[in-house]
C-alpha cells in the first residue's frame, strides 16, 4: 500500500457539486481549503464505493453546517487530491455563519501579526 503524504492542517468544505463520472455514472466532487494556508483541495466521493460511508454524511452536512476536518491525507500533491480513502475526522462542525466569522476573524489576525513584523511600515 503506497504511503500518502498527510495534509498538515484543518480543511474545510467548501463545496459539494454532484457531477458525472469519467467512469460512468455520477460522482461528488467535494472542494475543501486548508484554514492556514489557504490551499485549494479536493476529492471525489462514489456512492458505489466502500469509502461513500464515510463522504455521505459529510456531504450531507456540509449542505447545512460548516464543516472542518482533520486526517486527510494526499492521493496526489500535484494536484492537492485528497485520498477519498483517508480516515477524516470532523474537528468542528458550527453553523455556515459562524465558521465564516471564525475564519475571517483568525485570518485577519495572522495579516495583522505579520505586518509587525514587516520592515516597510
Known sequence: MAK?????E?????SCELIS???????YEIKMMGIQSQKSYKTYADPRNNNWQQWNWIIDL???K???LMGCKLKDPKTNLINADSDIVPEYV???EELADTLEEYWKSRDNFNKLFNSEN
Open 21 to 27: 463520472s469519467r467512469h460512468k455514472g455520477e460522482v
Open 94 to 96: 458550527v453553523t455556515k
Open 4 to 8: 500518502y503524504e498527510k495534509v498538515k
Open 66 to 68: 460548516g464543516v472542518v
Open 62 to 64: 456540509s449542505e447545512r
Open 10 to 14: 484543518p480543511v474545510f468544505v467548501t
